[in-house]
């Protein structure tokens, strides 16, 4: 697992660092609906762990599928719009 944050450090909210997973409005937008890293409230400050930052990032990871045996289907031309009489 290759750790994009120290494991041993807390981010506090507006730290660059924490821009390489969002902005400060997307990190809000997660915590509101419950998605996202998991975070510590303490008062109106907003802190992540690094461990908790690396096993959330750890957990959008997306392997292609592999390529071997897969058929490649042509890509088909634009529509012209249809013109109107």
């Known amino acids: 697992m290759t750790s994009l944050f120290e494991q041993n450090r ?6 660059p660092e924490l821009n390489v997973i969002g902005d ?8 509101h609906k419950g998605n996202g890293p998991a975070y510590y409230k303490l008062g109106r ?8 930052l690396n096993s959330w990032t750890e957990s ?10 897969k058929q490649w289907l042509p890509v ?5 719009p249809i013109s109107s009489p």
Not at 45 to 52: C, E, F, M
Not at 60 to 69: D, I, L, N, R, T
Request: a positive charge; proline letters at 5%; aromatic letters at 8%.
């Open 60 to 69: 959008c990871k997306v392997e292609p599928a592999s390529q071997e045996g």
């Open 24 to 31: 400060r409005e997307k990190l809000a937008q997660w915590r």
């Open 10 to 15: 807390t981010y506090v909210l507006g730290v």
């Open 45 to 52: 400050k907003i802190i992540y762990r690094g461990a908790d």
């Open 76 to 80: 088909l031309p634009s529509l012209s």
